[in-house]
Nanobody, 120 residues
């Protein structure tokens, strides 16, 4: 089994910054893609940013130039540095990790979600 623990959400004023972390642990052989999604009230969950094991990164257009995704392969952790936050960034943020388990199964796992609220 694989567990994900997210941290770093909170309340911040517009223009401020937050850093999210998501640490994976458990029956991990290797980690493929890692990413962050968000879901605002009444909206569908959307991809915010993703990073592959090879370091290829993509961002949704609305966060380009403001958010930075990174990963620490030793700590099995993915980060999302969020700068110049806007009220429309308010959402629950979820990490998703694609894991090759020690039983050689390729599974995806979701974090529990962390609330990010940006006040105007």
């Amino acid at each position: 089994q694989v567990q994900l623990v997210e941290s770093g959400g909170g309340l911040v004023q517009a223009g401020g910054s937050l850093r999210l972390s998501c640490a994976a642990s458990g029956s991990i052989f290797s980690i493929n893609a890692m990413g962050w999604y968000r879901q605002a009230p009444g909206k569908q969950r959307e991809l915010v940013a993703a990073i592959t094991s090879g370091g290829r990164i993509n961002y949704t257009d609305s966060v380009k130039g403001r958010f930075t995704i990174s990963r620490d392969n030793v700590k099995n952790t993915v980060y999302l540095q969020m700068d110049s936050l806007k009220p429309e960034d308010t959402a629950v943020y979820y990490c998703k990790v694609v894991v090759l388990t020690t039983t050689l199964r390729l599974n995806e796992y979701w974090g529990q979600g962390t609330q990010v609220t940006v006040s105007s």
